[in-house]
């Protein structure tokens, strides 16, 4: 069923959104205001809206090292998360965890994870405590092509399973796992991983945020309904390089690639031909969301640039590893 006007518009705003902070965030990188690096979700933007729009507050996500995307998605202020990145004292970890380390509760965003499939166990013990406390709660674990190497993986979908915990395992296919292409380190069918385990699983077009939203409505709906949990494998691709230091990728991958996949099956592209097409939206309305958007995200960058550091006394509080 087509998501009502509204619910559609939001999408593609969310999207647009993701959009226009990652780009902000390379421009802070280059200008040397951001310490560290961060992975860009640039061209993966269906995949969070999609699902996330599919999802209530209360319902929680795991993220990645690849997670700006997920926790704006899920409801973050781009504020917050901009103060994170820069290290200051006003952001989602008072600028002690920096790109990939963003939680947000008040949003059921438990939070992104720098360790490669790490948050399956995280997704999973919230699956089991969403159960157990009886509170309707689903839960998403993203993670990328990479983590179907890591066994801890293997070990919740088996769990999940075994006990019909209310988890969507999200695998977001962008194709690389840092500059490696997946076909060289993943063996066999990756839908052959779920079914082994008697999952319900499907392949979804990540570039399309309505095939990707109808999909993970279906599943969180079953899910919700205690039938257990499910595995999407969502064919994407990331546009820019594994992180925003990474600018010379000729040598893992041919740029005509890369142009392919941002001329012809740019998610946002798409998106707005379909609105305009099926008279969702008028050009009028989709440029208004543009300038609407980009003084937000100008706005956000400003706040986090003027906001102070924290205390230097303060460095060791609220830091646990
Ligand atoms: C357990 C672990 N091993 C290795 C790394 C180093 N590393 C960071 S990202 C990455 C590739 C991840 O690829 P994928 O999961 O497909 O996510 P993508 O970067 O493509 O979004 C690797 C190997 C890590 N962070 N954690």
């Known amino acids: 069923m087509t998501p009502p006007t509204d619910k559609l518009i939001q999408m593609y705003r969310q999207m647009l959104a993701i959009r226009l902070f990652e780009e902000r965030v ?18 993966e933007e269906a995949v969070a809206v999609g699902i996330c729009a599919a999802l209530t507050n209360e319902d929680y996500i795991t993220s990645t090292h690849r997670g700006h995307g997920h926790c704006l998605a899920k409801g ?60 309707n709660r689903v839960v ?21 399973q075994l006990w019909k915990l209310p988890v969507i395992f999200a695998c977001e296919n962008n194709m690389y796992n840092e500059y490696t292409h997946f076909s060289e380190t993943t063996a066999g069918d990756i839908l052959g991983r779920p079914a082994a385990f008697g999952i319900a699983a499907e392949a979804v077009d990540g570039q399309d945020v309505r095939a990707v939203h109808a999909a993970a409505t279906t599943y969180v709906e079953r899910a919700r309904r205690g039938e257990g949990p499910a595995f999407l494998l969502l064919n994407t691709y990331r546009y820019r390089g594994h992180h925003v230091g990474d600018i010379a990728r000729e040598y893992y991958r041919p740029k005509q690639e890369e142009q392919h996949w941002s001329s012809t099956r740019d998610p946002i592209m798409l998106m707005s031909s379909w609105l305009l097409e ?19 995200m ?7 640039v003027n906001s102070p550091y924290p205390d230097p006394d303060k460095v060791g509080q609220d830091v646990y590893a």
């Open 278 to 296: 099926q008279k969702h939206a008028d050009q009028a309305t989709l440029e208004a969301i543009q300038a609407e958007l980009t003084s937000e």
């Open 140 to 160: 998403v674990c993203f993670f990328g092509e990479g983590a179907l190497g890591q066994g801890l993986l293997y070990e919740e979908m088996n769990l999940a």
């Open 76 to 135: 973050a202020s781009p504020r917050l998360m901009f103060a994170e990145l820069l290290g200051k004292e006003a952001g989602y970890c008072k600028g002690k965890g920096g790109s990939m380390h963003i939680a947000d509760p008040a949003t059921g965003n438990l939070g992104a994870n720098a360790i490669v499939g790490g948050s399956a166990g995280i997704a999973t013990g919230a699956a089991f405590s969403a159960k157990y406390l009886k509170n």
């Open 26 to 43: 390379n421009d802070l990188y280059t200008r040397a205001l951001m310490p560290g690096l961060a992975h860009l979700y640039i061209g």
């Open 298 to 304: 100008d706005a956000a960058v400003d706040f986090a």
